[in-house]
C-alpha cells in the first residue's frame, strides 16, 4: 500500500532575472495545507530529487518543498550565464516563497544552497524560524572553489547511463560511502539524455562562467560580505559538516559556532564536501534539529 507521504506533485513558479521570465520547478511532500514548511535548497549542480529521502520523513511532520534552482534539472535556464548567482536565485526563492505561503518556514541548503539560506536568513524580518547549513561557510577554501569551477564546465557526453554513471560517482566520491542503489539514485538525479540519445549532466554548462571568473581578490572580497551575512542571522541553526570537507574547514565551521547566530557543530565521520542527507543518521540529525522546540547548544561527532 502506498504511503500517502511517498507522494509528491510536480509543479512550477514563474521568476524574473534582467534576462525576462523564466520557470523554477519544485517538489511538493506533505499536507499541502501545512503551516509548517520545510524549503531544501540543494548544491550547485544538484537538483531537487537530492531531498527525496528527507523529504519523505519529514512530510509526516512539514510541507516539505525541494525547487530545482535556475539552470538545473527541470527548470528553465538563464540567456546570460552571468546573472546566475547568489542574488538572482535568493530572488526566486522569494517568488517561491510567496506561492506557497508558508507560516512558519524552516530551511535546509547544502552547500550553495546554504549560501542561499544563509542571505535570506540575515535579511530583516526573514520568515526563516530555523536554519540548517550543509558545509558551506563565509569562508571558502580557494583550491576546492577551483576544482568544482573546472568540472562544472566540462561538456562531457556519454554513450551509455552506465558510463554518465560511473563519472559522476568519481566526481562525488567526496559524499562518503553509499550503496549502489543511492549511487545509482545520486547518479541518475543529475543526468538527463540530449537529443542524440548521449547522456549528459542536468545542468546548463554556463554555470561555470561566473564561477571560473573569480580570483583571490574577489574570493576575499566575497568571503567579507558572507561573514557579515553570517553575523546578521539571529535564528537557530545547525551547521552540518563532513570531516574530509575540502571546502568547509574545521577553523571556518568552529568561528561559527562562536559568531553570528552561533550554530550548533554536528561533523559526520569519512565524508568530504558535502553530506549527501540520505543515510538515517544524517537524516536523524537535521529531523531531530527541525523538530526540536530547544535553542541549539553543543557540538557532536557522528
Given at each position: 500500500?502506498?504511503?500517502?507521504?511517498?507522494?509528491?506533485?510536480?509543479?512550477?513558479?514563474?521568476?524574473?532575472?534582467?534576462d525576462?521570465l523564466h520557470?523554477?520547478?519544485?517538489?511538493?511532500w506533505?499536507d499541502?495545507?501545512?503551516?509548517n514548511?520545510?524549503?531544501?535548497?540543494h548544491?550547485?549542480?544538484?537538483?531537487?530529487?537530492?531531498f527525496?529521502?528527507?523529504?519523505?520523513?519529514?512530510?509526516?511532520?512539514?510541507?516539505?518543498?525541494?525547487p530545482?534552482?535556475?539552470g538545473?534539472?527541470?527548470?528553465?535556464?538563464?540567456?546570460?550565464?552571468?546573472h546566475?548567482?547568489?542574488?538572482?536565485?535568493?530572488?526566486?526563492?522569494?517568488?517561491?516563497?510567496?506561492?506557497?505561503?508558508a507560516?512558519?518556514?524552516?530551511f535546509?541548503g547544502?552547500?550553495?544552497?546554504g549560501?542561499?539560506?544563509?542571505?535570506?536568513?540575515?535579511?530583516?524580518?526573514?520568515?526563516?524560524?530555523?536554519?540548517?547549513?550543509?558545509?558551506?561557510?563565509?569562508?571558502?577554501?580557494a583550491?576546492a572553489?577551483?576544482?568544482?569551477?573546472?568540472?562544472i564546465?566540462?561538456?562531457?557526453?556519454?554513450?551509455?547511463?552506465?558510463?554518465?554513471?560511473?563519472?559522476?560517482?568519481?566526481?562525488?566520491?567526496?559524499?562518503g560511502?553509499?550503496?549502489?542503489?543511492?549511487?545509482?539514485?545520486?547518479?541518475?538525479?543529475?543526468?538527463?539524455?540530449?537529443?542524440?540519445g548521449?547522456?549528459?549532466?542536468?545542468?546548463?554548462?554556463?554555470?561555470?562562467?561566473?564561477?571560473?571568473?573569480?580570483?583571490?581578490?574577489?574570493?576575499?572580497?566575497?568571503?567579507?560580505?558572507?561573514?557579515?551575512?553570517?553575523?546578521?542571522?539571529?535564528?537557530?541553526?545547525?551547521?552540518?559538516r563532513?570531516?574530509?570537507?575540502?571546502?568547509?574547514?574545521?577553523?571556518?565551521?568552529?568561528?561559527m559556532?562562536?559568531?553570528?547566530p552561533?550554530?550548533k557543530?554536528?561533523?559526520?565521520?569519512?565524508?568530504?564536501?558535502?553530506?549527501?542527507?540520505?543515510?538515517?543518521g544524517?537524516?536523524?540529525?537535521?529531523?531531530?534539529?527541525?523538530?526540536?522546540?530547544?535553542?541549539p547548544e553543543?557540538?557532536?561527532n557522528?
Amino acid at each position: 500500500m502506498t504511503n500517502k507521504y511517498d507522494q509528491v506533485r510536480i509543479k512550477s513558479v514563474q521568476c524574473i532575472s534582467p534576462d525576462g521570465l523564466h520557470q523554477m520547478v519544485y517538489k511538493d511532500w506533505g499536507d499541502i495545507n501545512n503551516p509548517n514548511v520545510v524549503l531544501c535548497v540543494h548544491g550547485v549542480t544538484r537538483v531537487s530529487d537530492d531531498f527525496d529521502v528527507l523529504a519523505r520523513e519529514l512530510a509526516p511532520h512539514f510541507r516539505v518543498i525541494c525547487p530545482d534552482i535556475v539552470g538545473r534539472g527541470r527548470s528553465d535556464c538563464l540567456t546570460t550565464p552571468q546573472h546566475y548567482q547568489i542574488e538572482q536565485y535568493v530572488c526566486d526563492i522569494v517568488t517561491l516563497l510567496a506561492r506557497v505561503n508558508a507560516e512558519k518556514l524552516f530551511f535546509v541548503g547544502t552547500s550553495m544552497g546554504g549560501l542561499i539560506g544563509s542571505v535570506l536568513a540575515s535579511l530583516p524580518a526573514s520568515p526563516i524560524k530555523k536554519l540548517v547549513i550543509n558545509d558551506i561557510g563565509p569562508v571558502l577554501n580557494a583550491s576546492a572553489f577551483e576544482r568544482i569551477a573546472q568540472y562544472i564546465g566540462q561538456p562531457t557526453r556519454f554513450a551509455t547511463f552506465d558510463e554518465a554513471a560511473q563519472y559522476t560517482r568519481n566526481i562525488s566520491a567526496s559524499f562518503g560511502e553509499h550503496t549502489e542503489e543511492q549511487w545509482s539514485k545520486l547518479s541518475k538525479d543529475v543526468l538527463c539524455q540530449d537529443k542524440d540519445g548521449m547522456w549528459k549532466r542536468n545542468y546548463d554548462m554556463n554555470l561555470a562562467v561566473s564561477m571560473l571568473a573569480f580570483n583571490a581578490d574577489m574570493l576575499k572580497a566575497m568571503q567579507t560580505m558572507m561573514w557579515a551575512t553570517y553575523d546578521a542571522i539571529s535564528c537557530p541553526t545547525l551547521l552540518l559538516r563532513g570531516v574530509e570537507s575540502d571546502l568547509l574547514s574545521a577553523e571556518t565551521a568552529q568561528q561559527m559556532t562562536q559568531r553570528g547566530p552561533k550554530a550548533k557543530l554536528v561533523e559526520f565521520e569519512q565524508v568530504g564536501h558535502a553530506p549527501t542527507l540520505v543515510h538515517d543518521g544524517q537524516i536523524a540529525v537535521v529531523k531531530e534539529f527541525l523538530l526540536s522546540g530547544d535553542e541549539p547548544e553543543s557540538t557532536s561527532n557522528f
